[in-house]
């Protein structure tokens, strides 16, 4: 099989060709196995044969596979709009639903500025992000990502009414001798304080992850942070966008991350999980109020995109939603997520180059350190997550790497992020790859040092 006309994101590495799934393992043209540990990027959560949804696929192909949402809706869009809704925090009322992550959150950014306009507050512009947040490739969601190695060679970028606070990381950033809550209240007040800088007539909306994924590797919120957020939201009127594009879907073990700290946001982004990458999909939920707002103004959101709500990408969102809750597969999240919790932290809680295991459900990042009491970063030349990436590759292990290019101040970290339908055993074999996979590196890299 020639591979050679596909341009790979990386020039320079040579890739295996798929040919098959299997349940929780890929197969490459050699016949060789890799158990999936990252789902991707936190995509394919019903792994790689999931008959009930490729099924629903072709009968909506057989039925109508497309049609512009200009002229039609469709029974798979609707059914699965009601369905998001009715799972949903119980604020949001309307499924705005494109092909990817990156389309998600642009949609929504667009929205909280065409929510201004509406109701005449055209001087609120500005969107306040966080460093070390990742919110897709494109320009508009670039701009809103704190994530500099991503988008410093594209500076600048198209959208300068882009400002970030600090992220919420207490185990990297926090103040030696400074309590969880009390950090978490200190980083959640810079959004006051960005507020204010900017003036609160002037700003339009808040976006963050409930659990911040790819860039800083599975770190969720301390308690009482997105408290304090929601109450600075609120006193100024300023829109709260939460992007699951990660962890939503169940990835945590609930539908919607932001359910486990009580956040109602004005709007949330999903992607990834929704249609377990069996077709491109992924969705913007907006409030009643921001709903009303566009419905009694203008009428007409101005946005849009050839393949919104693609009815076969939606049987498919559909379809997932009825295996998971079918098999109980958020209570199951749950269950491997406390024994994969417990066996990282048997393998690599003692680890000399593991300083961090957090997480939750089936949602896991690993941060590299070249030792535990300093917490300093790999050399990012080093590019240690790589390497891990690559050895856990060559033992038939995906696991998804981030190197430690952050501000300078983070590190190397692995994300592991399985399928829902693990079996235990699957489990135990991932971290026994993953403790051979870093057994490799580290040995290469004392030699190299
Ligand atoms: N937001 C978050 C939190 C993400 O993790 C990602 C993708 N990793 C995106 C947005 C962009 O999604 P996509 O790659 O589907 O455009």
């Known amino acids: 099989m020639c591979a050679d006309h596909v341009f790979p994101r990386h020039t320079r590495v040579d890739l295996p060709v798929v040919v098959a799934g299997d349940g929780a393992w890929l197969i490459d043209a050699n016949g060789k196995k890799y158990l999936d540990g990252c789902g991707g990027a936190a995509v394919s959560c019903l792994g790689h044969s999931a008959k009930p949804v490729l099924d629903a696929v072709k009968q909506q192909q057989d039925t109508i596979s497309y049609a512009h949402t200009s002229f039609f809706t469709s029974e798979p869009a609707e059914k699965l709009a009601d369905k998001l809704i009715e799972l949903a925090p119980d604020n949001m009322e309307r499924v705005y639903f494109v092909s990817g992550g990156s389309e998600a959150t642009e949609s929504a950014i667009k929205l909280a500025r065409q929510y201004f306009l509406e109701i005449g507050q055209p001087e ?81 909306a808040f976006i963050a992850e409930p659990i911040v994924g790819a860039t800083m590797g599975a770190v969720p919120p301390v308690e009482g942070y997105y408290d304090r957020i929601q109450e600075i939201c609120k006193e100024h009127g300023v829109l709260l966008i939460m992007d699951e594009v990660m962890v939503g879907c169940g990835r945590t073990g609930k539908y919607f991350a932001s359910e486990h700290y009580n956040i109602k946001p004005d709007m949330i982004c999903i992607a990834k999980g929704i249609a377990a990458g069996i077709q491109p999909l992924a969705a913007m939920l907006c409030s009643a109020e921001i709903y009303r707002a566009i419905k009694d103004g203008s009428g007409f959101f101005q946005h849009g995109h050839t393949y919104l709500a693609h009815p076969s990408a939606c049987a498919a969102g559909l379809a997932v939603l009825e295996e998971i809750e079918s098999r109980n597969l958020l209570e199951r999240v749950t269950e491997l997520g406390a024994k994969l919790e417990a066996g990282l932290q048997k393998a690599f809680g003692q680890h000399p180059h593991v300083g961090d295991i957090r997480g939750k459900g089936l949602f896991w990042g690993l941060e590299l350190v070249t030792d535990r009491q300093s917490k300093s970063p790999f050399d990012p030349k080093l590019g240690i997550a790589g390497r891990a990436k690559k050895a856990a590759f060559a033992r038939g292990l995906m696991i998804y790497p981030m190197g430690g290019t952050i501000d300078g101040k983070s590190g190397d970290h692995i994300l592991l992020a399985p399928p829902f339908i693990y079996e235990d055993e699957h489990i135990d074999m991932l971290i026994e790859r993953l403790a051979l996979a870093l057994d490799d590196v580290f040995a290469e890299q004392q030699i190299a040092s």
């Not at 103040?175 to 700003?203: K, W």
Request: hydrophobic share 35%; net charge neutral.
């Open 124 to 204: 609120r512009k500005h969107i306040i992000a966080r460093k070390q947040s990742y919110h897709g490739n494109t320009l508009g969601a670039l701009s809103a990502g704190g994530n500099m190695w991503r988008k410093a060679q594209f500076e600048p970028l198209m959208v300068p009414s882009m400002v970030h606070i600090d992220a919420c990381h207490y185990w990297r950033f926090a103040e030696p001798g400074e309590g969880e809550f009390d950090y978490g209240q200190r980083v959640a007040n810079q959004l006051e304080e960005m507020i204010q800088q900017l003036g609160p007539q002037n700003v339009a």
